[in-house]
C-alpha cells in the first residue's frame, strides 16, 4: 500500500470580489483576499504538484484580479522550502486553466 502526503503550497494572495467568488452574489463590493495554493503530493517515490499556483504580482494585476506574491512565495521558493528542486517534480496536473497558473 502506497501512503501519499499532501502539502499546501501557498503561492500568493489574490483580491477578488466576495459576491463574484465566494458567497454567490451576497456582499457584493466587499474585496476579499484569499490564498492562491498549489498541492504538492509526495508518494511512491513521486513527487506531484497539483495547479501550479499564482504566477507572480504583475501577471495577476495585469490579466486578471488585484492581487500579489510576497518574497518567498513563488512556487520554486515555496517548494525550496520544503528542500525540493523544481526538477524533482514528476508530474504536474492541472485541475482547471486560470490565469494564475
Given at each position: ?21 465566494a ?40 490579466y ?19 528542500g ?14 486560470h490565469?494564475?497558473?
Amino acid at each position: 500500500m502506497t501512503h501519499y502526503t499532501i502539502r499546501l503550497v501557498n503561492t500568493g494572495i489574490q483580491e477578488s470580489d466576495n459576491a463574484q467568488y465566494a458567497t454567490f452574489r451576497k456582499g457584493a463590493g466587499q474585496i476579499i483576499e484569499h490564498p492562491v495554493f498549489a498541492f504538492l503530493v509526495e508518494g511512491g517515490g513521486r513527487k506531484i504538484l497539483v495547479d501550479t499556483g499564482m504566477s507572480d504580482t504583475q501577471r495577476s494585476v495585469t490579466y486578471n484580479h488585484a492581487g500579489r506574491q510576497e518574497p518567498g512565495q513563488a512556487r520554486h521558493e515555496q517548494l525550496e522550502s520544503l528542500g525540493i528542486r523544481t526538477d524533482d517534480i514528476d508530474t504536474i496536473i492541472f485541475t482547471h486553466l486560470h490565469w494564475d497558473h
